[in-house]
């Protein structure tokens, strides 16, 4: 699976000196920055030391995935619930790699909750977890949600969220998300339908087809304001089609995990 995550375009990250845990102390070297000196090293050794910085590891990363009514709606014969499952399954096991934590809650429908478990041998962990989930018949409740997260996970992490949303969720989900990123950095991982964007480019032959074309571009605004907005509350988003998600996730945790 490492090999299949380089061919799909995750960017691998180990950039020395961006993180915040000493790694080792070493001779200066043209180029380094001066406040990286360590100067009661140097003294001793009567000769320049550096300090040497490495990614931080054994951080915790919590992935939310919609468990609501609207995630059984097909997206390519492929529920878009099972689509948000495939992305957190690589993203899991890329969390792993790097030596962090990963948890999971369930985000409507029954109390599901993963404590943060920990290497790649946690895998099947996960996926035992992971077997029994299904959708609910009700839309989820995200205000419930963040506040069984914020009980469960009190240290600081990176909450992933995994859903579909729409302009008209923007009351029931800003403030919840708003909730979250109080304490935690948070992402929003939304799917975005192949069928909408396949809409928008099939040329109209008649009135009721060009109606729907400006009803899916209507659609499409709003969910973009929406976003727009998360991100000015500083949550950041990604807006992906089911095959682009998974990579797009993890990349997106390889570049947040920084922040934690």
């Not at 468990?67 to 529920?79: E, I, K, Q």
């Not at 599901?112 to 409740?141: F, K």
């Not at 099939?202 to 969910?223: C, I, N, T």
């Amino acid at each position: 699976m490492e090999n299949c995550t380089e061919q799909m375009g995750i960017i691998k990250k180990n950039r020395t000196g961006l993180s915040r845990e000493f790694h080792q102390l070493r001779e200066y070297q043209i180029g380094d920055m001066l406040s990286r000196i360590d100067w009661k090293a140097t003294s001793k050794r009567l000769e320049l030391i550096t300090r040497d910085y490495q990614e931080q590891r054994n951080q915790t990363v919590v992935l939310a995935v919609d468990c609501g009514r609207r995630m059984r709606a097909l997206d390519g014969g492929v529920t878009q619930f099972d689509h948000c499952l495939n992305a957190m399954l690589l993203l899991a096991y890329t969390a792993l790699r790097q030596g962090d934590h990963v948890g999971i809650i369930g985000v409507g429908g029954a109390d599901r909750w993963l404590a943060p478990v920990r290497g790649v041998q946690s895998m099947t962990t996960i996926l035992n977890h992971l077997y029994n989930y299904e959708t609910s018949n009700s839309p989820s409740d995200f205000t419930e949600a963040a506040e069984r997260l914020l009980t469960r996970q009190r240290r600081r992490a990176l909450v992933v969220m995994l859903s579909n949303v729409r302009g008209e969720d923007g009351n029931q989900l800003i403030e919840p998300l708003r909730m979250v990123r109080r304490r935690h950095v948070t992402i929003l991982a939304n799917l975005r339908e192949q069928s909408v964007e396949d809409r928008m480019k099939k040329p109209s032959a008649s009135l009721d087809e060009a109606l729907e074309v400006g009803a899916a571009a209507m659609y499409l605004e709003e969910r973009a304001r929406l976003l727009i907005e998360l991100r000015q509350h500083g949550i950041f988003t990604i807006d992906s089609l089911s095959n682009d998600l998974p990579v797009a996730l993890a990349n997106a945790y390889l570049s947040a995990r920084e922040m934690v």
